[in-house]
């Protein structure tokens, strides 16, 4: 099968000033893709050179094999896309908008528009510029959905979500990807990302950091253990143990990063008086702020 | 019908369409109620005759500024003073909004993500222009045809369709060439900035050419004289004049969607 989304060496400069340099990266069918990254990284650069709104300083780029720059209306025929600025028609209301959407993809109606917004509570007939920013982001999302594009582009697409729509939207995304479409989603924040994503990948000033299974980054998680003892124990007791970290200590309280094998510290935890002991999986989030930090920290 | 961008433009129009005509209504309705006490007034024509002749082209259309006969009153009043004003300003406005406009509000990003090609996107949104300035020309046509009639002005309703037609393809020329402006820029008012100050300037060169022999023959690069100098309320429409303004509306139209589908998409 081909790839949906294939970049090799892909580059953007603006003028003098850096988009992204030498991306190289495959999205496979049926997977969602987690694009990841802090401000500035690239990540709307890469979206919108998919969709041919910008022209690539260098490398090559096809979406569904297809070249975007010769292809374009092809490509986003098949494409939705949610832009991570979001601007509407404000006098239009979201029936007259979606209408317009659908007609112009070649379709009756709104399409799938009705439907899906009626999964998301939106109502379709109040003016958009009488919307709050969250209903605006609905409607965004659902010209994205509206005519079942095999390939979705979505641009930090949770923003300005309350949970339950966000829960809506993860429901969304799942039956889009049980049906063999493809995904494509960039976010800040990777716990955003982590329950939904199969792959993930980090850019960082233009450039891929890594790209990895989301399964294979949870084995890299740690686990935080909180223990509360009776009296504090010595400040070195924890140090030498083999996949421990002291993390933080508050008098008693004292909090460990554990990676491997509790029994080592479960043995050096009884030598003390302890009175409660917590312990919870870190969050992907610690695993990809280390990163970030490690990152940067190569970088400078 | 199925929306295009097309007809899409054209129900944004709406709005601001309504209040263009309102003031075409306004301006037809005063001038029409002043010609009479000009009409056969001795003392003016008197007056006008002692003017210069170099004054008369300058502010007469067709080098003449006999404000006490229909056709030269319209002619001065309405096709070389505020009918190029207005025309112009709505055809720059409009043109300056197609592409620049929409890109500064931030929503042709969505737009150019649907199936649609740059260059068509682009074709509608002309073709919305010429719809617009055409509407507008039908409406002071009509306009102008019933205050002749009521005024006694005496100008023939053909004659009257020949100098609108003038006044359409001028203000499409300078619509094109804004919206051709903000195409290529995606930068809504040094579109409309540019296209009027170049519309100012063949103005002038236009009326200035009379009083200095060496701006003679430089006249003739201003779209203006081919708009005014065949006096069309008299003589009806002078097919070579038409065809020059047509022109040089055709080279902005065909430019635009050549410089639009080269360059990036700013985000607002
Ligand atoms: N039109 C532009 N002109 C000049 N530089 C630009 C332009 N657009 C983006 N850049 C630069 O390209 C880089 C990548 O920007 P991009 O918008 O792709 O980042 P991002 O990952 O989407 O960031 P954010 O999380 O803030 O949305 C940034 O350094 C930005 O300054
Ligand atoms: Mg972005």
């Known amino acids: 099968m081909t790839a949906v989304i294939r970049a090799e060496g892909l580059t953007k400069f603006y003028g003098a000033s850096r988009g992204i340099s030498g991306l190289s990266l495959v999205v496979e069918p049926g997977e969602v893709f987690g694009f990841l990254g802090p401000n500035g990284a690239g990540k709307t650069t890469t979206i919108r050179l998919m969709l041919d709104l910008i022209r690539p300083t260098a490398g090559l780029l096809e979406v569904f094999g297809l070249d975007v720059r010769k292809q374009s209306v092809a490509v986003r025929s098949r494409a939705g896309y949610l832009p991570g600025d979001l601007h509407l028609y404000e006098r239009l209301t979201p029936r007259e908008y979606l209408r317009y959407v659908a007609a112009l993809r070649g379709l009756e109606g709104l399409g799938e528009g009705e439907a899906l917004s009626e999964r998301f509570e939106l109502e379709l007939d109040r003016p958009i510029k009488a919307l709050s920013k969250g209903n605006r982001q609905k409607v965004g999302l659902v010209q994205a959905f509206l005519h079942r594009p095999d390939l979705l582009l979505l641009d930090e697409p949770t923003a300005g979500l309350d949970p339950l729509v966000q829960q809506t939207f993860n429901e969304l995304l799942r039956e889009v990807v049980a049906e063999g479409r493809t995904v494509f989603l960039s976010s800040h924040i990777l716990s955003e990302v982590q329950r939904l994503a199969d792959r993930v990948a980090i850019i960082r000033e233009g450039s891929l950091e890594l790209v990895e299974a989301v399964e294979t980054l949870r084995a890299r998680a740690f686990v935080h253990v909180e223990a509360t003892f009776a009296q504090s124990p010595p400040q070195e007791a924890f140090a030498s143990l083999p996949g421990v970290r002291e993390l933080e200590r508050r008098g008693p309280v004292v909090l460990l990063a554990l990676e491997g094998s509790a029994d080592p510290l479960i043995k050096a935890l009884a030598r003390y008086e302890v009175l409660a002991l917590d312990s919870h999986e870190a969050d992907l989030e610690d695993v990809f702020l280390t990163l970030y930090r490690e990152g940067s920290a190569g970088a400078s | ?268």
């Not at chain 2, 006008?48 to 006969?69: E, M, R, T, W």
């Not at chain 2, 042709?108 to 222009?129: F, M, N, Q, Y």
């Not at chain 2, 499409?172 to 519309?199: D, K, N």
């Open chain 2, 1 to 268: 019908m199925r929306a295009s961008v097309l007809t899409r433009t054209l129900r944004d129009k709406w709005r601001s369409f309504r209040w263009w005509c309102v003031g075409i209504l306004a301006f037809v309705a005063l001038y029409g109620s002043v010609f009479p006490s000009l009409h056969g007034n001795k003392s003016l024509d008197n007056l006008i005759k002692s003017y210069p002749q170099a004054l008369k082209g300058f502010v007469g259309f067709g080098g003449n500024l006999d404000i006490g006969s229909g056709a030269g009153y319209l002619g001065t009043e309405v096709f070389s003073f505020w009918g190029p004003i207005v025309f112009l300003a709505a055809a720059i406005a409009a043109g300056a909004g197609a592409i620049a406009g929409e890109e500064e509000r931030g929503t042709l990003d969505l737009l150019l993500s649907l199936p649609i090609s740059r260059v068509r996107c682009l074709l509608e949104k002309l073709a919305a222009l010429v719809c617009e300035v055409v509407a507008l020309g039908i409406v002071l046509w009509l306009l102008l045809v019933i205050v002749s009639a009521v005024a006694g002005m005496g100008v023939s309703t053909a004659n009257l369709a020949a100098t609108t037609i003038a006044l359409i393809l001028l203000a499409l020329m300078f619509g094109s060439l804004a919206l051709a402006i903000g195409a290529a820029t995606g930068r809504r008012a040094l579109a409309i900035g540019l296209s009027a100050t170049l519309a100012v300037a063949a103005d002038v060169l236009n009326a200035l050419a009379p009083l200095a022999s060496w701006l003679d023959s430089a006249k003739l690069v201003s779209p203006f004289y081919y708009y005014s100098h065949s006096d069309t309320l008299r003589h009806g429409l002078n097919g070579t004049d038409a065809l020059v303004l047509l022109a040089i509306g055709l080279v902005a139209a065909c430019v635009a969607p050549i410089v639009f589908a080269r360059r990036d998409l700013s985000t607002s």
